[in-house]
Nanobody
Framework: QLQASGGGLVQAGGSLRLSCAASGRTLDNYNMGWFRQAPGREREFVAAIRRGDTTTTYAESLKGRFTISRENAKNTVYLQMNSLKPEDTAVYYC???????????????????WGQGTLVTVSS
């Protein structure tokens, strides 16, 4: 399954890199996404990367601060988060879309496999 890690407490303006690793699956076979959910709010799309290549898409509000990437040798997908703000505080989830769509999706229901989430807290 998917295992997200790398969350923690960071001051505003700081950086974190989240990792999503898998056992029993080759993540490069899937479109991968990162989502987040803050307390009392719906789960929202953060970023996605297409299987087999480096095509990416981001939530408009996060472009330029967050970067999604893969490292196939480690079967891991990353989310590099820079210039963090208190409003970035949330549980971050990685997810996999097994259907190999050519177009990346920002809709949570498209992603079939989910990790357990990792908490990111940004203090002001």
């Amino acid at each position: 399954q998917l295992q997200a890690s790398g969350g923690g407490l960071v001051q505003a303006g700081g950086s974190l890199r989240l990792s999503c690793a898998a056992s029993g699956r080759t993540l490069d076979n899937y479109n991968m996404g990162w989502f987040r959910q803050a307390p009392g709010r719906e789960r929202e799309f953060v970023a996605a990367i297409r299987r087999g290549d480096t095509t990416t898409t981001y939530a408009e509000s996060l472009k330029g601060r967050f970067t999604i990437s893969r490292e196939n040798a480690k079967n891991t997908v990353y989310l590099q988060m820079n210039s963090l703000k208190p409003e970035d505080t949330a549980v971050y989830y990685c997810a996999a879309d097994p259907l190999g769509r050519s177009r990346l999706s920002s809709t949570p229901s498209v992603y079939y496999y989910w990790g357990q989430g990792t908490l990111v807290t940004v203090s002001s």
